[in-house]
């Protein structure tokens, strides 16, 4: 049985070889014939290249596509870079800007207020007991800056020094309820006291008390310092008057008043150390 199996095999090989052989010498001598046996052999075949044909075009596709990604991936890492070194050179711009237009508002203001012996001190903190009534500023004994020193900006008064060391001070500002400065009425010349933030005051306003009861003050009345006491020079700005109101006792009037000085957004101040001596004065 074995045998005869293996006989079969050997008699398909050898039918095989023969056709082969057959159909090569006959398309060698007959070109009619190959033309016969190419028509069924390229419709068989032709699927399957076109097949192998689309694969490999997608293979390329993809590969080309995945490559692409790549550089697509490092190009977007390399523009978020550029647009992160974009973003802070456009916050430092502004944050430089910014700085330019209050250092040059301070020149303008200390040119014009040139009689006055002033120092430029920058904010380094705020006191943790009293974070928005007292400041602490960069100056101090070493540079000339004592207690009870007047301290303003270019828009007006800001407070006094009330505590100082070698190279820092502290400032009390307008709103604080330990604050007194004597001020005056711009228009009328109406003399009071300015006494912080005490009631019936709002938030950010401070209280103007002791005006004479027939003072005739209105709202928006400008409110400058008197002079009077020795710490502030007079006419420095200190806000505007904001309602008016006649004290219980209807021997005074009071005024509330809202300062001219934003005390949240403090940057840069100056102290008044003295008045300059005038040329030729005695």
Not at 31 to 51: D, M, Q, T, W
Not at 135 to 152: F, L, S
Not at 198 to 222: E, N, Q, S, T
Request: net charge positive; aromatic share 8%; hydrophobic share 45%.
């Amino acid at each position: 049985m074995l045998h005869l199996r293996r006989y079969k095999k050997a008699f398909f090989l050898i039918l095989i070889v023969v056709a082969l052989s057959f159909a090569v010498n006959a398309t060698v001598h007959n070109r009619s014939l190959f033309g016969v046996l190419e028509h069924p052999v390229i419709f068989v075949v032709k699927p399957v290249h076109e097949a192998f044909s689309w694969i490999s075009h997608r293979v390329r596709e993809t590969v080309t596509s995945v490559s692409q990604l790549f550089y697509l991936k490092r190009e977007n890492e390399a523009l978020k870079e550029e647009l992160q070194e974009l973003l802070e050179y456009k916050h430092k711009f502004l944050e430089y800007s910014a700085e330019n237009a209050r250092l040059r508002r301070m020149l303008e203001f200390r040119e014009k207020n040139s009689q006055y012996d002033m120092v430029a001190a920058e904010v380094i903190g705020r006191d943790p007991g009293n974070w928005f009534n007292v400041i602490i500023i960069d100056k101090g004994r070493k540079n000339g800056v004592t207690e009870n020193m007047a301290v303003v900006t270019e828009r007006g008064l800001v407070g006094y020094t009330m505590d100082v060391g070698d190279d820092w001070a502290k400032v009390l500002m307008l709103l604080d309820n330990r604050m007194s400065v004597s001020a005056m009425i711009q228009r009328t010349r109406d003399n009071g006291i300015l006494k912080g933030n005490i009631a019936p005051a709002p938030p950010g306003c401070a209280k103007m008390v002791f005006l004479p009861a027939d003072a005739r003050i209105v709202k928006g009345d400008v409110v400058i310092s008197s002079g009077l006491g020795g710490i502030v020079p007079k006419g420095i700005l200190i806000g505007e008057v904001v309602e008016v109101k006649k004290e219980s006792d209807n021997l005074t009037q009071y005024a509330i008043v809202k300062p001219a000085v934003d005390f949240q957004k403090l940057e840069e101040v100056f102290v008044i150390k003295g008045q300059r001596a005038v040329p030729g004065g005695e």
